[in-house]
């Protein structure tokens, strides 16, 4: 058994991030949820946020932010599929909010704002995902499954 992980993050263009880690913590839609070694083949949904990278000591090795993307997990291979990522090593507060207010539109506009909140400290859900899905399906169609009871 191996202990650990090879961890792909792959951009559209092209694979960004490939090398083995001892676990890495996913923000996935419903909820953090950390990676290790071994772990049955999955697959999550990801939201905006960061995948942290976890070192030898079990303290946080790397740190990317990512836009919302999916993550399939098999063979000791986590591989997260987005259409935007940046090191946490290569932004800060102040060059995060100066690209949120050149940012070209909402989803841009959130990412950068995502950094921000999480350099400062601040933890919250953007569910960016749900949101779009719920749009497609209609706000009015969700309000009447929950009034006749028929919500999951």
């Known amino acids: 058994m191996s202990s650990d992980l090879k961890?792909?993050?792959?951009?559209?263009?092209?694979?960004?991030v490939e090398k083995q880690?001892?676990?890495v913590l996913l923000p996935a839609v419903r909820?953090?949820?950390?990676?290790?070694p071994n772990r049955a083949p999955s697959v999550f949904?990801?939201?905006?946020?960061?995948?942290?990278?976890?070192?030898?000591?079990?303290?946080?090795a790397d740190k990317f932010y990512i836009y919302s993307g999916a993550a399939q997990v098999a063979n000791n291979h986590c591989k997260i599929m987005t259409q935007g990522v940046i090191s946490a090593c290569?932004?800060?507060?102040?060059?995060?909010?100066e690209l949120m207010d050149k940012a070209k539109n909402e989803?841009?506009?959130?990412?950068y704002e995502m950094i921000v909140d999480h350099i400062r400290g601040v933890r919250r859900r953007y569910l960016r995902t749900l949101q779009f899905m719920r749009k497609k399906q209609g706000r009015w169609a969700f309000r009447k499954r929950k009034e006749k009871g028929n919500l999951v």
């Not at 909820?31 to 290790?36: F, K, N, V």
């Not at 949904?45 to 946080?60: F, I, M, Q, R, S």
């Open 31 to 36: 909820a953090p949820i950390e990676i290790l």
């Open 45 to 60: 949904v990801l939201d905006y946020g960061a995948v942290e990278v976890t070192g030898k000591n079990n303290g946080v």
């Open 7 to 16: 961890l792909t993050i792959e951009l559209p263009t092209g694979i960004l």
């Open 107 to 111: 989803n841009e506009r959130l990412f």
């Open 21 to 23: 880690v001892p676990a």
């Open 90 to 97: 290569d932004i800060n507060v102040n060059k995060a909010k």
